[in-house]
């Protein structure tokens, strides 16, 4: 990575920099394409997971309840006419 790719960059992305701004950002770019490079050199094809798949879901209930219209009317607070009478929202 050289200072034009930064200056590149820099014009993509729509941003001024001054002259030290772009040194920084290509010592940046440096390190973290030199960590890539490392990354890229770890073996994996042999390393085995350390956790256990298994199922943490539950398996759904059925639980049968008795709801009807004047059980719930009942309950409500406030019924006109057979109806809920809520705050009016405007």
Do not use: C
Not at 35 to 41: D, F, I, L, P, W
Not at 74 to 80: K, L, N
């Amino acid at each position: 990575m050289e200072i034009k790719d930064v200056e590149n960059l820099a014009n993509l992305s729509r941003i001024e920099l001054s002259e030290e701004e772009k040194q920084e950002i290509l010592k940046d770019m440096k390190g973290i394409l030199e960590y890539v490079k490392v990354v890229e050199g770890v073996q994996v094809e042999d390393t085995k997971p350390e956790y256990n798949l298994r199922n943490v879901w539950r398996d759904d209930e059925i639980i049968p309840r008795e709801f009807s219209h004047e059980l719930i009317t009942e309950q409500f607070p406030a019924s006109q006419d057979g109806f809920l009478k809520v705050k009016k929202i405007l």
